[in-house]
């Protein structure tokens, strides 16, 4: 283990937490909606905290910082390619008419 194990554990934790409380409200959201930008962007979220997660055990039991990193800004980039994409999918919003009675 190296001087930086410690501040990437509370780096990764940090992530851990705050991604997963977004994916998992993004993933509520999607639920009650069912929009599909909603279902990416939770599946975004989960990416970049797996890769975190990945990366950490990587670090971890491999010992190799660079293996750990570089499994990491992958599920990152990945990540937001997926959330990338939650910006431009077609949402279907409920139309309302409105009639006027004579």
């Known amino acids: 283990m190296n001087e ?9 934790t940090a992530t851990l937490l705050t991604g997963g409380a977004v994916a998992l409200l993004a993933y509520r959201a999607f639920r009650r909606t069912g929009s599909t930008a909603l279902r990416a962007v ?22 190799s910082v660079a293996l750990g ?18 910006l431009y999918v077609e949402t279907t919003a409920p139309t309302v008419t409105v009639r006027r009675s004579d």
């Open 4 to 12: 930086y194990t410690l501040l990437i554990a509370v780096a990764n």
């Open 69 to 86: 990193v570089t499994i990491q800004s992958a599920f990152t980039a990945g990540g937001f390619t997926i959330l990338l994409y939650s």
């Open 42 to 63: 939770a599946a975004g979220f989960g990416f970049i905290v797996i890769g975190s997660l990945g990366g950490a055990i990587a670090h971890l039991f491999e010992g």
